[in-house]
């Protein structure tokens, strides 16, 4: 079993759609977690960290349920720039702050 | 502010021969990552260090690849001999210190072993 799973994609929507995605991981000693995004043939990048507590960055929610061991990233009111693939990442401190990524899901919105 | 440096961007190479990736950090930074992303594998970490100490080099596939990281601001990955199956891109990544802090990614060498 992988130690991040993601959904596969790819997710295509319309422009303005809501979309999310899941990311499971096995690890339960994970202490932190990112989303990242990465266009294509570029390198990734951190769009946002998730909290315990859930967190909202504009139109991106992302939400950890450490009970379920799972993660996930609402994007309201897509635009066409939200065209990427989105990595699920959790840092593993008893690895000394190892940073694990998920396949990534691609996703493509449509006008 | 300059960021994550590496070069080559591009590396199309013979089989047998010998690949060196570079990687300048950003400054001030302590932990650095190298990782490679294939399609079938997705990115993976191949070895990190903190301050120029490699800390995990678990992920190294294989004792053809070996890295260094003569400085706190530069490391050097490479591959001898290198091999088809080494070609991916190459990722550095570095960071303000290892654990929470975020990784700020270099654009990648893009490696091709014919």
């Known amino acids: 079993r992988k130690e991040v799973e993601q959904d596969p994609g790819p997710f295509n929507v319309p422009e303005g759609a809501t979309v999310a995605f899941n990311c499971t991981y096995s690890n339960s000693a994970s202490q932190s977690f990112f989303w990242y995004r990465q266009d294509c043939r570029k390198e990734p990048k951190l769009l946002m960290s998730?909290?315990?507590s859930g967190n909202e960055d504009g139109r991106f929610t992302a939400q950890l349920n450490r009970a379920s061991q799972y993660i996930s990233l609402l994007i309201r009111d897509s635009k066409l720039s939200d065209s990427a693939t989105y990595l699920c990442v959790v840092n593993l401190y008893n690895q000394g702050g190892k940073l694990i990524f998920g396949q990534g899901t691609e996703l493509s919105v449509k006008p | 502010d300059a960021g994550v440096i590496q070069s080559p961007r591009h590396e199309v190479t013979e089989m047998g021969q010998e690949v060196t990736l570079r990687c300048k950090l950003i400054s001030g930074h302590n932990s650095l990552f190298w990782y490679r992303q294939t399609m079938m594998r997705g990115l993976e970490l191949l070895i990190y260090?903190?301050?120029?100490?490699?800390?995990?080099d678990s992920g190294m596939p294989e004792d053809r690849f070996s890295a260094k990281m003569p400085n706190a601001s530069f490391s050097t990955l490479k591959i001898q001999p290198s091999e088809p199956r080494d070609s991916a891109v190459y990722f550095c990544?570095?960071?303000?210190?290892?654990?929470?802090?975020?990784?700020?990614f270099g654009p990648g060498t893009r490696l091709l072993v014919l």
């Open positions: 998730v909290y315990s």
């Open positions: 990544a570095s960071s303000l210190t290892q654990g929470r802090e975020t990784q700020y």
């Open positions: 260090f903190n301050n120029n100490v490699p800390i995990d």
